[in-house]
Every structure is written in structure tokens, then in C-alpha cells.
């Protein structure tokens, strides 16, 4: 980053949705991936979630995002990675990254697998939630969302 960080106003990201069908978890997961891994200093950058549909599928993405996030951040940062969206970057068939002339070294290599290992389980998780084969229990965490339907649910704010 070539400004002074002091210099930078901080700035807060808003991700809306409100249907967990026509906008897949797994979408606003990688959209918040992407906004989270930008190139800007982590204590002025604040990223929102707003779900009116008042699903518990998104909150469980987001949490399995967080996880992930522990490892892809610091990966992006580390590796000037500048596909920031974990779906776009891991695309296609390769064991690897596509050919960089020998840039990367071995040490990157292992790390770009294990990161690619564990999105994909993270996918599976959230897409099996989303398809219902995973059941999300409303207790703990996610007992606000104990009898409330998409028109008729009261504010519930996690952070």
C-alpha cells in the first residue's frame, strides 16, 4: 500500500441479502471473503452482514467463513494474491495455481493446497446446510431464530 495507513479513512462494507435460495451462502461467503482480504489496514476496514430474510443458514456460513478467513487473509496479504474471492481464485481443474514462471516457491505450493483444502470443506459444509442435509439446531447461538419466518421475525444482531 503506497498511502500512509494513518491517511486512510476508515471505511465500513455493507452485504446485503434476503433470500438464502436466490442468494446462495456460499456467494455472500465469498463475497465477504473478498471484502475482508482487501488491501486496506484491517482496523479501519468494518464488513456488515444484513440478512432480511432472518436465516440461520447465513449466520452458520459466516461463522464457517470466520474460520476460514484466519487462513485465507493472511495467505492473500502473504502471497499478493489478487484474486481475493476464494470461488474465482481456486476455479478450474489444476492441482496448482496456473503457471507463474517458477515465481512461487514450494513452500507456496503447499500452502495453496491446504488453503484450497480447506475451502472446499468449508463449501461443503455451508452448500450441504443450505441444501437441508446438515440441520441447524435453534439453540446456543441460533436459538433467535427459533419460530420466526422470513416476513415476521424480530432484529437479531450478532457480532
Not at 80 to 108: C, I, L, M, T
Request: overall charge negative; glycine content about 4%.
Amino acid at each position: 500500500m503506497d498511502r500512509d495507513a494513518a491517511d486512510l479513512p476508515a471505511v465500513d462494507l455493507f452485504v446485503t441479502t434476503a433470500d438464502a435460495v436466490l442468494q446462495t451462502p456460499i456467494m455472500m461467503v465469498n463475497t465477504v471473503l473478498s471484502l475482508m482480504a482487501v488491501e486496506y489496514p484491517a482496523h479501519k476496514l468494518a464488513c456488515y452482514v444484513s440478512d432480511d430474510g432472518c436465516s440461520p443458514i447465513i449466520l452458520y456460513s459466516l461463522v464457517e467463513a470466520s474460520k476460514f478467513a484466519r487462513l485465507w487473509v493472511p495467505f492473500c496479504k502473504k502471497y499478493d494474491v489478487q484474486v481475493r474471492a476464494p470461488f474465482r481464485y481456486f476455479s478450474g481443474d489444476a492441482a496448482f495455481p496456473p503457471s507463474d514462471d517458477g515465481k512461487k516457491s514450494p513452500e507456496f505450493h503447499l500452502e495453496w493446497k491446504k488453503i484450497k483444502e480447506e475451502y472446499e470443506n468449508m463449501r461443503q459444509k455451508i452448500e450441504a446446510a443450505a441444501s437441508g442435509t446438515v440441520q441447524i439446531e435453534c439453540c446456543g447461538d441460533y436459538a433467535a431464530f427459533a419460530n420466526t419466518t422470513k416476513t415476521d421475525h424480530p432484529t437479531i444482531i450478532k457480532v
